[in-house]
């Protein structure tokens, strides 16, 4: 899979990006009711009974009516603006769970990736070891080196498989690891596919803090539900203050009356006819034992925490994409100064290798180049890896498309 196919796949499987898509759906079913709530009611009743006094007597009723609310303190008009707001911040939410996720996900494909490059390196010293062993045994059978010497061959070589053997099960376990994040099959196997192009440090760099700062505002999703929290937590407020309002409703309905004295012979009929009214109604609230004024003081606390809440999640976002910006910057620092050391590393290993070959150094003096070029690379891998996935997460926070 490549990058973008898993982050395609955990949109539609992860656990946590269906609960977040849920919860939008959610959102958007209660904006439907509160624009519903703007329409008149409508009901119809039927009635049949029979009662038994000094005789029988059956009645009917059948009507119809309906009620409109004219008036109820702008309740409806503020409850509508509330869902609006919180069926855009659902959307949000969604984003912001992908984009945590998404984190996730490339830290797990990096990792895969580096092990993998990691791996195909170890298999180059593998292969050099085991020549080196091989020819080792020939020239310890005819006494151009000593047994020790041979020794040292023979367990760089067994140590080479080791670090191969010890590298695959850290992919099996990474690989186990994004199956987690992508609710896959446990039974699955996946593997990634690395980019066709190689990374070099001088081709990369990051942006200034105040460029990442200023498109993070723009496109990072947890600044605006920060602020939907504020506006929300405002409109329960004026909520509050609708319940102190009077409430005009209008209310229409037509009925007809039928009945009969089913115990006369024959049955009498009793007159019976359409009723129709309309009336307009007035509530006024004058006293309900505080309970307005609770919820009115509950929610003006509850709009100060909301801002309270929302200065200091602007204070800690900013501050991540601080820290996140000096690592990147960090990593890049290392990345470039690693690769140069590899690269060096890498040379006189191979020189070494040479040498060793036309007997010019010992076996000794080249083990210790062949450790010296592996702890080389290892940084190298580290610091790569490390930039890419700081770098990425900036890609995350500014808006960008998301590749390798």
Not at 19 to 27: E, F, G, K, V, Y
Not at 103 to 118: G, H, P, R, V
Not at 287 to 293: E, P
Request: aromatic residues 6%; charged residues 20%; glycine residues 4%.
């Amino acid at each position: 899979m490549t990058l973008d196919s898993c982050l395609r796949y955990a949109r539609q499987h992860n656990i946590t990006m269906r609960a977040a898509a849920l919860n939008s759906d959610a959102a958007e079913v209660s904006l439907r009711g509160a624009k519903l709530r703007f329409l008149p009611s409508i009901g119809a009743s039927a009635s049949q009974g029979v009662s038994w006094d000094d005789q029988t007597t059956r009645s009917g009723n059948y009507g119809i009516n309906g009620s409109l609310t004219l008036f109820n303190g702008l309740s409806n008009i503020r409850s509508l603006k509330q869902s609006r707001i919180s069926a855009e911040q659902s959307v949000l939410k969604v984003q912001q769970a992908e984009n945590s996720i998404g984190i996730q996900i490339i830290a797990a494909y990096l990792t895969i990736l580096m092990n993998k490059e990691k791996l195909s390196y170890q298999q180059e010293v593998l292969e050099t070891s085991h020549q080196q062993q091989l020819e080792g045994e020939l020239k310890y059978k005819v006494g151009r080196i000593l047994e020790s010497d041979y020794l040292l061959l023979e367990a760089s070589y067994t140590s080479a498989q080791s670090e191969i053997d010890n590298t695959l099960l850290t992919i099996e376990d990474n690989r186990s690891d994004m199956i987690t994040l992508l609710d896959m099959d446990g039974s699955q196997v996946i593997d990634v596919i690395p980019s066709s192009d190689s990374l070099h440090a001088d081709s990369c760099y990051v942006e200034s803090y105040d460029s990442v700062l200023a498109q993070a505002r723009h496109t990072l999703p947890d600044w605006q539900i920060s602020e939907m929290d504020v506006d929300i937590a405002r409109y329960n407020v004026r909520l509050a203050e609708s319940n102190y309002m009077p409430t005009l409703s209008l209310n229409a309905g037509t009925s007809y009356n039928e009945g009969a004295i089913i115990s006369n012979d024959p049955v009498t009929n009793i007159n019976g006819g359409l009723n129709t009214a309309v009336t307009l109604g007035l509530n006024i609230p004058i006293l309900n034992s505080g309970v307005n004024s609770t919820q009115l003081k509950q929610s003006k606390i509850a709009l100060q925490q909301a801002e309270l809440q929302h200065h200091q999640t602007e204070v800690d976002i900013e501050n991540s994409i601080q820290l996140l910006h000096l690592q990147t910057k960090q990593a890049l620092n290392r990345f470039r100064s690693s690769e140069a050391l590899a690269r060096a590393y890498k040379a006189s290993y191979d020189v070494y290798v040479i040498k060793y070959g036309e007997g010019a150094v010992t076996t000794v003096e080249m083990l210790q180049q062949q450790d010296r070029y592996l702890s080389a690379l290892n940084d190298y891998l580290q610091s790569k890896y490390s930039y890419i996935l700081s770098q990425k997460q900036l890609d995350i926070y500014t808006g960008k498309e998301i590749k390798l």
